[in-house]
């Protein structure tokens, strides 16, 4: 199956080349810099996807639902995305600021926490769902439609772990004006 979606060429044009990946990031987040990417011709093939080390998102898009910034808790907005991530398909590592909670509609995920602190809830079962369970770091979960994430300040890595599209409802409460994520390879290298 292709690594990418079909209509990924109707997507606007890449940043002039003097943008750094990290700025793109600041201003696009995740979905953004991953339709950019796409854009831009960079679409490595599943296999080479799979063999390298990819240092962008690969076959991602991301819809940014709505936002807003709660009286109860100045500084912070809370937002919802819709994340979709194609067959093959992948965030390597990267961070987000705040907390999150990451809910599975569809297809196989797979995720692996890399730092901060993660607790899984598992899809209900007659109407009542499982008890959440601490995440061990460093170690891949599958995810599956109903399953969901509650996690703070998270490092992690992403990818679609199935043959169908994955699609996750992310709401998130970060702080204003920073990304809602950053690579982690962008991470150690200042803005220019």
């Known amino acids: 199956m292709n690594a990418t979606r079909p209509d990924a060429d109707a997507i606007t044009p890449a940043p002039p080349a003097d943008v750094s990946r990290r700025e793109v990031a600041v201003r696009f987040g995740a979905g953004g810099l991953a339709a950019l990417l796409l854009a831009a011709g960079q679409r490595p093939s599943l296999r080479a996807a799979q063999d390298a080390s990819p240092t962008g998102p690969v076959g991602v898009t991301g819809e940014l639902l709505g936002v807003g910034q709660p009286t109860t808790t100045p500084g912070m907005e809370l937002s919802l995305r819709r994340i979709t991530l194609a067959p093959g398909g992948l965030i390597p590592p990267h961070s987000h600021p705040g907390a999150l ?36 770091m460093g170690t891949e979960m599958i995810l599956t439609a109903g399953d969901a994430l509650y996690v703070e300040d998270p490092q992690d890595e992403v990818r679609n772990a199935g043959e169908d599209d994955v699609v996750l409802w992310v709401a998130g409460l970060t702080p204003v004006g ?6 982690m390879d962008d991470m150690a290298t200042p803005a220019p």
């Open 178 to 183: 920073e990304p809602f994520t950053m690579l």
């Open 101 to 136: 909670v990451i809910y599975v509609e569809s297809g196989t995920w797979g995720h692996t926490a890399l730092g901060g602190t993660a607790q899984l809830t598992r899809a209900s079962v007659g109407g009542t769902p499982a008890a959440a369970e601490e995440v061990a």
